[in-house]
């Protein structure tokens, strides 16, 4: 019997999917595949994928505008238990870029603790992209990326070891950003 | 994907893939991700029993289940060795309960699950090393108050550590800590590496491999990213010095691995061999492949 359950045989495809974030994470800058999983339509299979391996009731989830449909809600809820949230209290955001900002909203952590900061899941949207090199922890030498508003992601790496966490999706393919990866803008007309 | 657990089925309806229930796995995976965010860090999470003593990799063990998958090829050392008791019975619960293949090649191994070494052999993108932690806190024999170091790494205050390193100057002439040598990690927080010896240090710097760390007692996970900087805590008038017995390997002959000690006959004979029998087994493979030729 076909089952409507998001992974077709949870614990399997979810420790497949948690080490591409491993990788992902490791390795930022680099693009990393996921599979197919049950989802509603609008969520891409790398964010609905991220939600499903990590939340449980224990987590806070921000919808922006878009996503925050029924069908998401009602989705997420009944396969994680998770909690929909408002930004300040949001640990996992989902969004395109320009519906997520501005980004100081966002819980960054607390010296003490600077792990309860959100991570912050960008959908491919049609934002205008900038040439940037990363380098920093993951990174051998450094890599040329394109990002949405570079200077917000410099302000967010100045946080460190405070900030936010970004993974950035499209379909199947998964691209990190953490806080520890430093930016600067390739293009001096920027 | 459905296919590969089909094929190897055979304990995995007993037990959840790789024992742990999916809850405290999503609990755990969400600490190692934040913790490979933050370089050093350590995460706190609820640590769960596991069916074997606090002290036997129980940190280890859980944050290996939270990573593993069905094709990976899985390594246990202990102190280097794949054939001591706490590696063979970590490999055979792996075994059982997750039905991965198992080697002793560390080059074959995509997971390897340590305690006090990392190995000779180099490690690679994307090979995962998961190290099992008794103490994570390395101020923690200076400073006992979990409140207290908590504001220290905030504040990055390690002002007692260099004391204590400038004590053992004072004392002996040079620093005596051996094993469990501080390092500083991403030039942030001060990190312990667990109880390796300091000759392993300096292969976690700008390891390509991923570092994974986890305390169960303790209640901790930390991470070195791969090609992150870990450097050892020292003065500029006494640099960091990677150290080891000045012997060779009897058993393969080799100078630039570390060597345990051990003691071969009653009148307190002592001889010197590899601690990690990998390493060992390969140099004298290649050893007698010179000689045949």
């Known amino acids: 019997m076909e089952n409507n359950y998001p992974f077709s045989e949870e614990s399997i495809n979810s420790s497949i999917s948690f080490r591409s974030l491993v990788n992902a994470t490791s390795y930022p800058g680099r693009h990393f595949q996921i599979s197919k999983l049950k989802k509603p339509n609008i969520l891409s299979n790398a964010a609905a994928t991220i939600l499903i391996t990590l939340c449980d009731n224990e987590s806070n989830v921000y919808l922006s505008k878009d996503f925050s449909t029924d069908e998401v809600k009602d989705w997420l809820i009944f396969n994680t238990g998770a909690i929909v949230s408002d930004k300040q209290n949001a640990d996992f955001a989902v969004g395109d870029w320009e519906s997520l900002l501005p980004l100081d909203e966002f819980k960054t952590g607390v010296p003490e603790y600077p792990e309860r900061s959100a991570t912050l899941i960008i959908e491919e949207s049609n934002y205008k992209k900038i040439k940037c090199n990363i380098n920093g922890p993951g990174i051998k030498d450094k890599l040329q990326i394109e990002l949405p508003n570079p200077e917000l992601f410099i302000n967010n790496s100045h946080l460190y070891p405070l900030g936010l966490d970004f993974y950035f999706t499209n379909d199947l393919d998964i691209l990190s950003i953490p806080r520890s990866t430093k930016i600067s803008v390739t293009n001096s007309e920027y | ?293």
């Open chain 2, 1 to 293: 994907m459905n296919d590969m657990s089909k094929d190897k089925n055979i304990d995995i309806q007993i037990y959840n893939f790789a024992y742990l229930d999916e809850n405290t796995k999503r609990m755990i995976r969400r600490a190692l991700l934040k913790a490979l965010c933050i370089p050093g860090y350590q995460v706190p999470f609820s640590s769960r029993e596991m069916p074997m003593p606090y002290g036997w990799g129980t940190g280890g063990i859980q944050v290996t289940s939270a990573c593993l998958i069905p094709k990976d090829v899985l390594k246990v050392i202990d102190q280097g060795a794949d054939d001591t008791t706490n590696a063979v019975s970590i490999r055979k619960f792996f075994q059982k309960t997750a039905n991965v293949a198992v080697t002793e090649k560390t080059s074959d191994a995509s997971l390897i699950q340590t305690r006090h070494r990392i190995p000779e052999t180099k490690l690679k993108e994307q090979q995962i090393l998961v190290y099992q932690v008794p103490i994570p806190e390395p101020l923690r024999f200076l400073e006992p108050r979990e409140t207290e170091t908590r504001k220290m790494h905030a504040l990055s205050e390690y002002g007692l550590m260099f004391v204590k390193l400038y004590e053992d100057i004072a004392k002996h002439g040079h620093i005596e800590t051996a094993y469990a040598y501080p390092v500083k990690t991403n030039g942030n927080y001060v990190t312990d590496p667990s109880p390796i010896p300091k000759f392993d240090n300096p292969k976690m710097n700008n390891n390509p491999a991923i570092q994974l760390f986890g305390a169960g007692r303790e209640q901790r996970i930390y991470a070195i990213p791969p090609y992150t900087n870990v450097k050892s805590l020292d003065f500029e008038d006494y640099p960091f010095e990677a150290m080891k017995a000045n012997f060779k390997c009897s058993i393969c002959g080799s100078s630039d691995s570390y060597l345990d000690e051990i003691i071969v006959s009653d009148d307190g004979k002592r001889s010197y061999i590899c601690s990690d029998t990998d390493y060992c087994k390969e140099q004298t493979q290649l050893n007698s492949k010179e000689e045949d030729q």
